[in-house]
């Protein structure tokens, strides 16, 4: 599909792709856009320049993903799967950073329960877990950075709101040249709680 | 509403199929995925 629009004097045609099927960035000149459908919630789209070497988000940042789905685990004491965001291979770049911001309410027992981000899929690496011991609503906020490497990243988190979490995040070496999930994911210790991940938000910086 | 089937993937619950991006809300009750759409009553432990 060839997307037309006229700027100034002349006719400029950017070109659609979905992310797998883009051109190499190195084969075309610096400057030239693009147009990629697909990459984001629907019915959201991004444009894309080239330096020369890779593909960096027109605006230099990205709304990745976003959901207010409440996704609730009860009923069990294992950790659960509530979202995934598939993140593409080289969306994130050397020195890219990514905004995970993420809403919960509880209820049931004062048992432990345990939130969870997972990069890799759900058998990844945890890059940030928050832990407590009460019903509440709350909020958990976390970074992800590439250590200018595709292949080593830091996360930093914080949480807020009713209660404060023990949050603990890691450090990971997750290729990013390759496809990655970013999981989130709910655990308690009773199977009478109840966890539900009210909504997401996930930015990425070029 | 539909239902989702679950996989257990290093322990973790997962599901099976991804979850449909016009998904109200989901409950995994220690079994499987529960997916409510629009006109679907949503379960009462959902807000809103």
Redesign the interface.
């Known amino acids: 599909m060839i997307i037309a629009s006229r700027l100034g004097d002349g006719l400029t045609v950017i070109p659609s792709y979905t992310w797998a099927t883009k051109p190499s960035a190195s084969a075309l000149p610096a400057g030239y856009k693009i147009r990629v459908t697909g990459l984001l ?2 019915p959201l789209e991004q444009y894309f320049y080239t330096d020369g070497t890779n593909w960096y988000p027109d605006g230099n940042q990205i709304t990745y993903a976003r959901s207010a ?8 004491t ?5 979202a ?1 965001i598939p993140v593409k291979a080289l969306v994130m770049l050397h020195n890219s950073q990514c905004n995970i911001s993420t809403a919960w ?1 509880s ?1 049931g027992t004062a048992g432990t329960r345990t939130i969870r981000v997972r990069l890799g ?3 990844g690496t945890v890059i940030c877990a928050g832990t407590l011991t009460a019903s509440a609503l709350h909020i958990m906020n976390m970074r992800l950075a590439c250590r200018n490497s595709l292949s080593s990243q830091y996360t930093r988190a914080e949480s807020f709101i009713n209660v404060t979490l023990s949050v603990v995040a890691a450090a990971s070496v997750l290729d990013m040249s390759a496809d990655q999930d970013i ?1 989130i ?1 709910a655990q308690s210790t009773s ?1 009478a709680d ?1 966890m ?1 991940l ?1 909504s997401y938000l996930v930015e990425v910086f070029a | 509403m539909i239902t989702i089937a679950a996989e ?8 099976e199929s ?2 449909p ?1 016009d ?9 499987e995925y529960i997916v409510y759409q629009e006109g679907d009553n949503l ?1 009462d ?3 809103g």
């Open positions: 919630p629907s789905t409440s996704s609730t685990t009860t009923g069990t294992s950790e659960v799967v509530l995934t309410s209820s899929g759900a058998a999981v994911t199977a109840s539900t009210e | 257990i993937q290093n322990g973790v619950f997962k599901p991804d979850i991006s998904a109200r809300a989901v409950v995994f009750n220690g079994v379960p432990i959902v807000e």
